[in-house]
């Protein structure tokens, strides 16, 4: 039987996200938050209790939301209203009630959301969403990969470059975009955010997703940086806990799938490929250290 290899999760070791300035400089470690008890409150609350003190108030505040539809942009968009922001929130079609009858449900969303057409392939259609914007929430993502993810966060940025009003770009990226090059991550291999995934080392073991998440947050990087846009990026691994949307997510299937006892279904089939690239069998699922995130904690960084 073959030894089964524990991978050291990176994001134990940093948080998931970094930003301009932190990029290549020494991680300082963050303030240490007192702990709440939870045990009485409802999900919700539970994630405004524990981080009322360090959020920001939204009030008189516009954010903008793209692919606000989605899983992580849906709870993104309910923590900013809860939290008082207008949500400027973008969605391919906002005449498809799958898409936005649980954003319009939410608190707020009567008076504060404000619901735009715009699609991540065509250059310019994110200009007027984020107009007047304070900050911008890019999430959306296509399904197609590598040149139209490339490309449909190149024209978000494009847009907001051409916004005096916003001061800060947060876009989600993901752990794929930092964790697969090839080199060893044994404990005493310290990850930092100078770390990213390797292109050629992701295309040859067919890694297409982690390809093109790389290749969209290397562009834009360059792009921030050009403009001297100020800019964080995301870097979540598998996201998990409960949907607002009616539809499922690449995520939410995979755990579906692990739940009926299907693992070979949907994500899991990328899940499956970077998992035998790691030497690990998909069916010793029960033995095998994948990282996750909650979703209300990823939700949380506004
Ligand atoms: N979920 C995870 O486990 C996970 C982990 C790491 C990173 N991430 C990253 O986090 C982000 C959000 O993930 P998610 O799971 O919340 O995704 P999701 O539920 O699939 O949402 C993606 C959104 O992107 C929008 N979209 C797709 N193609 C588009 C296009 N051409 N133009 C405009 N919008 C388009 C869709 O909008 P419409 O509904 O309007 O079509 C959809 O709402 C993605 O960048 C993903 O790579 C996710």
Redesign the pocket.
């Known amino acids: 039987m073959r030894a089964q290899t524990k991978i050291p999760p990176p994001s134990r070791q940093r948080p998931p996200f970094r930003t301009n300035g932190e990029r290549g400089e020494s991680y300082k470690k963050p303030p240490k938050r007192t702990p709440v008890s939870t045990s009485d409150l409802t999900f919700t609350n539970r994630i405004r209790d524990k981080h009322t003190p360090i959020m920001s108030t939204g009030a008189g505040k516009t954010v903008c939301v793209?692919?606000a539809?989605?899983?992580?942009?849906s709870w993104l968009v309910k923590l900013l209203l809860s939290r008082g922001y207008i949500v400027r929130a973008?969605?391919?079609?906002p005449n498809d009630p799958r898409?936005t009858e649980h954003l319009r449900a939410l608190d707020g969303a009567s008076e504060r959301l404000q619901l735009f057409k715009?699609?991540?392939?065509e250059e310019g259609s994110f200009d007027s969403v984020v107009q007047g914007c304070d900050g911008v929430f890019h999430?959306?993502?296509?399904?197609e990969l590598i040149d139209?993810a490339v490309k449909?966060t190149l024209n978000v940025l494009n847009s907001c470059a051409k916004t005096q009003s916003i001061k800060r770009v947060v876009l989600?990226?993901?752990?794929a975009a930092v964790a697969y090059n090839g080199k060893p991550r044994t404990p005493e291999v310290v990850l930092d955010e100078t770390w990213f995934s390797n292109p050629d080392f992701c295309r040859e073991t067919k890694l297409w997703y982690v390809v093109s998440?790389t290749l969209a947050e290397d562009a834009a990087w360059k792009l921030a940086k050009e403009k001297g846009m100020d800019m964080v990026t995301i870097n979540?691994?598998?996201?998990i806990g409960p949907l607002l949307?009616p539809t499922l997510?690449?995520?939410a299937a995979a755990v579906l799938s692990i739940m009926k006892g299907r693992a070979k279904d949907n994500g899991i089939h990328a899940l499956e490929r970077f998992l035998s690239h790691q030497e690990m069998n998909i069916n010793k699922m029960t033995s095998v250290y994948l990282e996750w995130n909650s979703v209300f904690d990823l939700a949380s960084h506004i």
């Open positions: 793209t692919g539809s989605g899983y992580i942009a973008s969605v391919r079609d898409k715009a699609n991540l392939l999430t959306a993502s296509p399904k139209p449909g989600t990226s993901s752990i998440k979540p691994a598998m996201v949307q997510n690449t995520s």
